[in-house]
C-alpha cells in the first residue's frame, strides 16, 4: 500500500495507526480469536516502527504515542497514567507494547 500510495503524484501526506510487534503479538493473542471467522485479522507491526516506510517513499513526519497523547489528554486509567511516565525509546519499539499515529511525507526527489 506505501509504495502504491508515493505513486499517486498528488498524495504528499498520509497518516496511519502503527502497532510495535510487542503490541502486535499482544493483540494477536486477545483480538484475533473474537474476530473468529470474519476473516480479518491484526498483522501488521513493522520491527522497524514508522522507519518501515522510508523503503517505499516516505519519511516520518510527526509521530505522536497514543500513550503519551492520551496521558496529556488526561484521557487514561489510573495503571496507563503510571506507564505514560516511563520515558519512550525514540528508536525501534520491538517487544513494547507501543502504538501510535504516524504522519508520513513524500521523500523530496534528488
Same mark, same amino acid.
Given at each position: 500500500?506505501?509504495q ?7 498524495l504528499?501526506? +498520509? ?9 502486535? &503479538? ?13 476473516g480479518? =485479522? ?12 522510508? &523503503?517505499?517513499? +516516505? ?5 505522536? =504515542?497514543?500513550?503519551?497523547?492520551? %496521558?496529556r489528554? !488526561? ?5 496507563? &497514567?503510571?506507564? %505514560? ?12 507494547? +507501543? ?5 508520513? !511525507? !513524500?521523500?523530496?526527489?534528488?
Open positions: 500500500m506505501a502504491d500510495l508515493a505513486g499517486v503524484p498528488a504528499h501526506r +498520509w497518516v496511519l495507526e502503527l502497532a510495535s510487534p510487542g503490541l502486535l &503479538r499482544m493483540v494477536q493473542k486477545t483480538v484475533n480469536p473474537q474476530l473468529g471467522g470474519s480479518a =485479522s491484526v498483522k501488521f507491526g513493522p520491527e522497524e516502527g514508522p522507519l518501515f516506510f522510508e &523503503r517505499y517513499g +516516505w519519511t516520518p513526519a510527526d509521530v505522536r =504515542s497514543l500513550l503519551k497523547t492520551g %496521558a489528554l !488526561k484521557r487514561l486509567p489510573f495503571q496507563f &497514567r503510571l506507564m %505514560a511516565l516511563l520515558p519512550e525509546s525514540k528508536g525501534k519499539q520491538g517487544s513494547r507494547p +507501543w502504538q501510535a499515529i504516524c504522519l508520513l !511525507k !513524500k521523500q523530496s526527489a534528488g
